[in-house]
């Protein structure tokens, strides 16, 4: 079965309040979900889930920059 993994970040808790949410509606499905704050998550993690969501708070329309840097570390483990 596949596992989701949702990822968040939040500045005033309500990306974590859409992340928790998301994971309730993936839960009707019979899915395996997890919820985690970004700093939670490991490269590892990201490569063994399938599908990851991801939710974050913008700033002048761009994601906040906690989130590139699990998608680059997970991007070199898949490389390796």
């Known amino acids: 079965m596949p ?4 990822i968040y970040d939040t500045v005033y808790g309500n990306t974590r309040i859409a992340a928790e949410a998301m994971a309730d509606g993936v839960k009707e499905t019979g899915l395996q979900v997890e919820v985690r704050h970004v700093k939670d998550v490991k490269p590892e993690d990201v ?10 708070p913008t700033h002048a329309g761009a994601l906040r920059s906690t989130k590139y840097g699990i998608l ?3 991007r070199r483990l898949e490389d390796m």
Not at 3 to 6: G, L, Q, R, T, W
């Open 3 to 6: 596992k989701v993994i949702i």
């Open 47 to 56: 490569t063994a889930a399938d599908p990851i969501m991801m939710g974050s």
């Open 72 to 74: 680059r570390d997970s």
